[in-house]
């Protein structure tokens, strides 16, 4: 498979679009204005301590306070008898696995690397003092506190942070806190990744870098020097960001410690691979920028990376302006004549599959099945292009057969591996449904793009003009009943529903004005939606 990056830069944002056989595949999209802030290092401040929530409200400078949960926090020392008991139970198996000492699940998402921990136990003992592990315990209002963004706010949710510090390399992530050498779950090869834990081991003895490592997928195969350039700029990042945290620790503001990369940068850190044939850049300063970082961290893109100066937009040459608004669409069409239905809310995403006008099929289970491993690629494509996160349910059309529901299954999963967010989904139900879950850390597409309409404010319709027409003669009666004096009633109202008024409800109209006595005048307000209204007592 071949693949393209192409980096967009205006003075509003920056794009970066990824090409896989010529067909959009992903975009990250970042504003000037408004960057992103996952892996951005503050020294923030506690404001408010949840203890029926185990979290913490942390204000590290923006718009909302953060949150930060005790899982998320850097496990204390366990009880020495605990420990003990620990160290007697180790396995080999423990060992070898892509879990941390503190048993959270490494994720070489390019999105986020951080490390999740899980719950700590506070079971006692009588051996020493039960050790803390209450966030009550652990942080108090006005503390200052070293933490990491790990996801960006999204919609009314502040942005989520961690303690356990990550700093990504290009082959390699340095965690500052744990002691772990961990190796991307994407490296199969047990020579490989026997071989990586053995280097990684014997050079952090070397510099005597305190710590763990955990090894990116771009690791593999990559020679021991490499390894050691990356160690040697990851200690002197962490040396940078503990000097500065020094320096402003007096001070009384939340303060921005470490950025992350931008996006062009981070795109060349954590995109590109050995099949990566070209990196196309239309901005002259960017290009020298990403041809100077990638000569110092990743040599072998060098010579890939190519300047492009043509007078037609670098985006619309290869549609990708096209697929840009496509993806905004609700419906995705497939080229069998079938198509899909995606719905984001802010529980879950739905996604529907229907044949629509595809009837190539010998019978009806062979179109549906055919249709439903056609939808499976157009699924992944998607969910990737419009970065859809959290809970997905897939609605694929219902199959008979079971071998159907496995080879749909199996090609869903097999689509899914190529995606950089850690992705997980269960067995196709007997109505034909699979549940998942896709990383979440950033703004989907249609987030970071749009707004809720102002009309229908996010719900996808309106009131119709004749129920609007009943609710503006429900209230002339309510202040009828209320309001003695008023000779004359005016409607103010859309030009739709006031058409409806004066014609098929005219009737209506005669009929409430012989009723009470009063006159009932209409006016058109162009600026109202279809469902505003006053009426006006004269």
């Not at 913490?56 to 930060?68: C, E, W, Y």
């Not at 340095?174 to 490296?187: D, F, N, T």
């Not at 070397?206 to 700029?233: F, S």
């Not at 200690?235 to 921005?256: D, G």
């Amino acid at each position: 498979m071949s693949e393209e990056l192409l980096i967009n830069i205006s003075p509003m944002e920056s794009r970066v679009a990824v090409l896989d056989n010529g067909i959009l595949g992903e975009i990250y999209i970042e504003r000037h204005h408004k960057l992103g802030l996952v892996g951005n290092i503050y020294l923030g401040t506690v404001v408010r301590v949840l203890p029926g929530m185990q979290a913490a409200f942390v204000d590290i400078g923006q718009s909302r306070t953060a949150f930060l949960h005790v899982n998320d926090m850097q496990r204390e020392p366990r009880p020495v008898a605990e420990s003990k008991n620990k160290a007697a139970q180790t396995t080999k198996k423990e060992t070898d696995t892509d879990i941390n000492k503190d048993g959270g699940v490494l994720d070489d998402s390019a999105d986020s690397l951080a490390v999740t921990p899980p719950v700590v136990s506070t079971q006692s003992t009588d051996v020493v003092p039960v050790t803390k592990t209450l966030i009550q315990h652990r942080l108090h209002e006005s503390q200052r506190i070293l933490v990491q963004v790990t996801k960006d706010q999204l919609g009314s949710k502040g942005a989520r942070l961690t303690t356990n510090i990550s700093l990504p390399s290009r082959y390699l992530v340095y965690l500052p806190s744990s002691e772990h050498i961990g190796i991307s779950q994407r490296i199969d090869g047990e020579e490989e990744r026997t071989r990586l834990k053995t280097e990684l081991s014997s050079l952090m003895q070397t510099v005597n870098l305190k710590g763990g490592l955990i090894a990116r997928t771009a690791a593999e195969r990559v020679p021991v020097d490499k390894l050691e350039e990356d160690i040697y700029y990851l200690l002197q990042l962490w040396r940078t960001i503990c000097a500065r945290r020094q320096e402003i620790n007096h001070h009384q503001s939340s303060e921005l410690i470490y950025q992350e990369l931008s996006l062009p940068l981070r795109s060349i850190r954590d995109l590109v691979h050995a099949d990566t044939e070209k990196v196309i850049i239309d901005n002259t300063q960017v290009y020298e920028q990403v041809r100077y970082f990638a000569k110092e961290f990743v040599p072998f893109v060098y010579d890939r990376i190519v300047h492009y100066t043509a007078e037609q937009s670098l985006f619309d040459v290869h549609r990708v302006e096209d697929d840009l608004r496509d993806a905004l669409k609700r419906r995705v069409d497939l080229k069998s004549g079938g198509y899909l239905i995606i719905d984001q809310t802010e529980a879950m995403t739905t996604i529907d599959v229907n044949t629509g006008s595809f009837v190539g099929g010998r019978s009806l289970e062979d179109t549906v099945y055919k249709t439903n491993l056609e939808a499976t690629h157009a699924i992944a494509r998607q969910l990737r292009l419009r970065n859809l996160g959290g809970i997905i349910i897939l609605d694929f059309i219902d199959m008979l057969e079971q071998q159907h529901k496995d080879d749909v299954l199996e090609s869903l999963q097999a689509q899914l591996a190529q995606d950089y967010a850690k992705t997980k989904i269960t067995q196709v139900s007997e109505l034909g449904l699979v549940e998942m879950t896709r990383k979440r850390t950033r703004e989907s597409l249609g987030q970071q793009l749009c707004e809720p309409c102002s009309t229908c404010q996010g719900r996808g319709f309106v009131k119709t003009a004749e129920t609007v027409c009943f609710e503006i003669f429900r209230e002339i009666m309510r202040c009828a009943r209320t309001y003695n004096s008023p000779k004359k009633f005016t409607v103010v109202a859309h030009a739709a529903v006031i058409d409806l008024l004066l014609t098929s409800e005219s009737d209506t109209v005669a009929d409430l004005e012989y009723l009470l006595g009063r006159v009932i005048t209409f006016d058109v307000e162009n600026l109202y939606t279809q469902e505003q209204y006053d009426i006006v007592l004269d």
